[in-house]
C-alpha cells in the first residue's frame, strides 16, 4: 500500500469513527478502490433528523481540518433533502436522512466493494 493509500484509508477511517462519535448511525465505510474511478472510500452515514444531519456534516469538515489540514473539495446537497455528500478527494462521505438511506440504498448499489473493518462504539 503506498503511502497516499494509507493516509486516504486513514481518513476514511476517522470519518467513520468522528461520525459515530457525534451520534451517526449505520455507519458503513466500503473500499471502492477497485470498482470505481469516482473515488477510493465511500462513508455511508445516517442522521437522525435535519440539525442532525447539519451537525455531522459541520463535525467531520472542522475535525478533517484539524486532523489532516484538508478541506472539502465540495459540500453538495441540502440537509433537506436528506442527503449531503462531503467530497474529500479520495474519500466521499454520504449524510443521509433514514429515508433517503433506504430510498437509494447506496450499500447494496455498491455491494461488489468491501467493508473496511471500523472500531465504532
Known amino acids: 500500500m503506498t503511502e497516499k493509500q494509507k493516509l486516504d484509508e486513514a481518513l476514511a477511517r476517522f470519518c467513520a469513527e468522528e461520525a459515530s462519535q ?3 448511525s449505520g455507519i458503513v465505510a466500503l473500499n471502492v478502490r477497485e470498482i470505481s474511478s469516482i473515488a477510493d472510500y465511500f462513508i455511508i452515514i445516517t442522521a437522525t433528523s435535519v440539525p442532525h444531519l447539519k451537525a455531522l ?3 467531520l469538515e472542522e475535525e478533517v481540518r484539524k486532523k489532516f ?4 473539495l465540495a459540500i453538495d446537497g441540502e ?4 442527503w449531503v455528500l462531503i467530497d474529500f478527494g479520495s474519500v466521499l462521505v454520504h449524510v443521509m436522512g433514514e429515508e433517503a438511506r433506504q430510498k437509494y440504498a447506496l450499500e447494496r448499489l455498491w455491494s461488489d466493494a468491501p467493508q473496511l473493518d ?3 462504539d
Open 118 to 120: 471500523i472500531a465504532l
Open 57 to 59: 456534516v459541520g463535525h
Open 79 to 82: 440537509p433537506a433533502s436528506e
Open 69 to 72: 489540514q484538508r478541506r472539502p
Open 22 to 24: 457525534k451520534l451517526g
